[in-house]
């Protein structure tokens, strides 16, 4: 399976679930996900950074994520031993999820719902789970395809024991997709990546609006257009790192989420009216 694993790709059945495997030896930069399946991704090899609106999460090795359908940015990224990029992919959809909580209730309902619902769950692989991920590698290591009931029993097996170990969570499983007001999503997906070298156009596409909205609701709240107003922002931090932890411009410009120190520069001087070694100077 070469690139993403886009779930536009994957056709399934009310109720269904897909076991994948992915590997890549040159994961692609960060892509525009639209999600539209609910997805567990197990990693083998290299880390996985998925944005959402209101969030971001970072995933390694030791760790599995549940992603909610819907769009996100998602980047990957290679081990250090330059191993292929490695992991397993279950997809489901809500159909599938509200069926096991409905023959589930005895399990489940003692439980309190939280009232925080975020559009991914985040869990350490303990050594059922480490063993359970070697299971779904040696499923899918033959060239014969796997039959549906068994990929389904194998959700399921993972469900149950979610429900057992990690019950908090398996509720917020059960409602990870929440809708929230148009102001809200701008707001919370603006917040969450100041820091970020994430684009205009991608804030659009995780908000889920065309970019001329995007923009339009961004200038309503804030009083500013979406490129001026990050900009700002983000040459406020480099004053500050410049100014509290004495940093050259050539240490700072890439994780402020520039590819050249000349870029960084001439948008320093944009805001500023001076380059970052003579801010220095001044202060």
Same mark, same amino acid.
């Not at 399921?156 to 917020?172: D, K, N, R, S, V």
């Given at each position: 399976?070469?690139?993403?694993?886009?779930?536009?790709?994957v056709?399934?059945?009310?109720?269904?679930?897909?076991?994948?495997?992915?590997?890549?030896?040159?994961?692609?930069?960060?892509?525009?996900?639209?999600?539209?399946?609910?997805?567990?991704?197990?990693?083998?090899?290299?880390e996985?950074?998925?944005?959402?609106?209101?969030?971001?999460?970072m995933?390694?090795?030791?760790?599995?994520?549940?992603?909610?359908?819907?769009?996100?940015?998602?980047?990957?990224?290679?081990?250090a031993?330059?191993a292929?990029?490695?992991?397993?992919?279950?997809?489901?959809?809500?159909?599938?999820?509200?069926?096991?909580?409905?023959?589930?209730?005895?399990?489940?309902?003692?439980?309190?719902?939280?009232?925080?619902?975020?559009?991914? *769950? &985040?869990?350490?692989?303990? #050594?059922?789970?480490?063993?359970?991920? /070697?299971?779904? !590698? %040696?499923?899918? $290591?033959?060239?014969?395809?796997?039959?549906?009931?068994?990929?389904?029993?194998?959700?399921?097996?993972?469900?149950?024991?979610?429900?057992?170990?990690?019950?908090?969570?398996?509720?917020?499983?059960?409602?990870?997709?929440?809708?929230?007001?148009?102001?809200?999503?701008?707001?919370?997906?603006?917040?969450?990546?100041?820091?970020?070298?994430?684009?205009?156009?991608?804030?659009?596409?995780?908000?889920?609006?065309?970019?001329?909205?995007?923009?339009?609701?961004?200038?309503?709240?804030?009083?500013?257009?979406?490129?001026?107003? *990050? &900009?700002?922002?983000?040459? #406020?931090?480099?004053?500050?790192?410049? /100014?509290?932890? !004495? %940093?050259?411009? $050539?240490?700072?410009?890439?994780?402020?989420?520039?590819?050249?120190?000349?870029?960084?520069?001439?948008?320093?001087?944009?805001?500023?009216?001076?380059?970052?070694?003579?801010?220095?100077?001044?202060?």
């Open positions: 399976m070469n690139g993403h694993a886009n779930t536009s790709g056709k399934q059945d009310e109720g269904a679930v897909a076991i994948l495997r992915y590997r890549n030896s040159a994961p692609p930069p960060r892509a525009q996900i639209m999600l539209q399946q609910n997805l567990i991704s197990f990693l083998l090899e290299g996985k950074t998925v944005h959402f609106a209101g969030t971001q999460v995933v390694k090795p030791h760790q599995f994520v549940m992603l909610a359908a819907g769009n996100c940015l998602m980047s990957e990224k290679i081990a031993n330059n292929d990029y490695h992991s397993i992919l279950i997809f489901f959809d809500n159909n599938l999820l509200a069926d096991f909580f409905n023959r589930h209730t005895l399990l489940l309902d003692k439980q309190t719902r939280p009232s925080d619902n975020p559009p991914f *769950l &985040l869990f350490e692989k303990d #050594e059922f789970l480490v063993n359970f991920t /070697r299971s779904l !590698d %040696c499923m899918l $290591s033959g060239d014969k395809p796997v039959y549906h009931g068994l990929q389904k029993v194998k959700l399921e097996e993972l469900f149950l024991y979610l429900a057992m170990q990690y019950p908090g969570q398996i509720q917020q499983i059960r409602n990870m997709s929440y809708e929230a007001n148009d102001d809200l999503i701008v707001r919370q997906a603006v917040t969450s990546h100041i820091n970020s070298n994430i684009t205009v156009e991608e804030l659009a596409f995780l908000c889920n609006m065309s970019l001329s909205t995007f923009k339009r609701r961004f200038a309503r709240i804030y009083g500013n257009s979406p490129n001026r107003w *990050l &900009l700002e922002k983000r040459m #406020e931090r480099a004053a500050k790192m410049l /100014r509290q932890d !004495d %940093c050259k411009a $050539s240490e700072i410009y890439y994780e402020l989420g520039y590819e050249n120190l000349s870029s960084f520069i001439q948008s320093f001087k944009q805001i500023y009216g001076i380059t970052p070694k003579q801010y220095q100077l001044s202060n």
